[in-house]
């Protein structure tokens, strides 16, 4: 299994990024798939997780800026991200459940998974 984020990259207050997170060897419409994100000195934090439903749910830092989607022809998880704060600045990280590592899913229906499979992460600078 392997999922590969890209689309990372350094935008000023109020800009917009679209992260992508590439799946090989799993089939993203069969587990819960989500975005974490981890900034320096913090713990790793969910932002957002859809289900294999389709169904989506965010933190609370996420609503109404962040939205997450996949593409199943393309088995590619995205997070468009609008209106970016310096808060939002962190590495990036792709999860799908249903794999051996420790993850703490957290929001929606995902919280019953209590592990899955990480990307290497992509990381996201926002400046003001």
């Known amino acids: 299994v392997q999922l590969v984020e890209s689309g990372g990259g350094s935008v000023r207050t109020g800009g917009s990024l679209r992260l992508s997170c590439a799946a090989s060897?799993?089939?993203?419409?069969?587990?819960?798939m989500g975005w974490f994100r981890q900034a320096p000195g913090k713990d790793r934090e969910v932002v957002a997780v859809?289900?294999?439903?389709?169904?989506?749910t965010y933190a609370n830092s996420a609503k109404g800026r962040f939205t997450i989607s996949r593409d199943n022809a393309r088995n590619t998880l995205y997070l468009e991200m609008a209106n970016l704060e310096p808060d939002d600045t962190a590495m990036y990280y792709c999860?799908?459940?249903?794999?051996?590592?420790?993850?703490?899913?957290?929001?929606?229906?995902?919280?019953?998974w209590g592990s899955g499979y990480w990307g290497q992460g992509t990381q996201v600078t926002v400046s003001s």
């Open positions: 999860a799908g459940s249903g794999g051996p590592y420790d993850i703490e899913w957290e929001l929606g229906i995902c919280a019953r």
């Open positions: 060897g799993y089939i993203v419409r069969r587990y819960c």
């Open positions: 859809i289900d294999s439903d389709g169904t989506t």
